[in-house]
């Protein structure tokens, strides 16, 4: 009986080397030196946090976006700090930071529901939960207090 020889098999790519690519493309390979610049460094995240949203959009299978979203939320955390601010006196879902994180990128309700495939009076719903946990009255209140206290770069 002659032996049974196998094709090789397509080489799969994993979520997290898609991920990782990704955030080669906007923020370089973490080998590299830190950079002298703090807001250089700052940049490259934002950069990849976004797409990171942008990649989550596009995902249909529920577990990757989770994976997704979760490394979103890892990026979010800094260093501490040498001084360590005062933690804001509410505390936002991670959905709420990014209808949050969109809408102060200029998205509008529509724009940012389909960013995250939901419905737009979802996100309405989302900006009057963060808008009571904050205290103001509109989503540019909403945007400048998370920018004064650190939420949002």
């Known amino acids: 009986m002659a032996p049974v020889v196998s094709e090789p ?3 799969q ?3 997290h080397q898609a991920v990782t690519a990704g955030f080669e493309r906007a923020s370089g390979s973490f ?13 490259r995240v934002r950069l990849a946090q976004i797409e990171l949203l942008e990649l989550s959009a596009q995902l249909t299978a529920p577990h990757l976006r989770r994976r997704i979203l979760r490394i979103y939320s ?18 936002l879902t991670l959905r709420e930071m990014e209808v949050l994180t969109l ?10 529901a389909e960013q995250l495939t939901i419905r737009a009076e979802t996100v309405k719903t989302y900006m009057r939960s ?3 946990k904050m205290g103001v009255r509109n989503r540019t209140a909403a945007v400048h207090l998370a920018r004064q206290i650190g939420l949002l770069d």
């Open 103 to 112: 809408v102060a990128t200029g998205c509008s309700n529509v724009e940012a």
């Open 13 to 15: 790519v994993r979520p």
């Open 31 to 43: 080998a590299d030196n830190q950079p002298t610049d703090v807001r250089t460094q700052r940049e």
């Open 9 to 11: 098999a397509a080489p």
């Open 74 to 91: 890892l990026l979010r955390t800094e260093p501490a700090a040498p001084n360590p601010a005062k933690p804001p006196p509410f505390r």
């Open 130 to 132: 963060i808008m009571r």
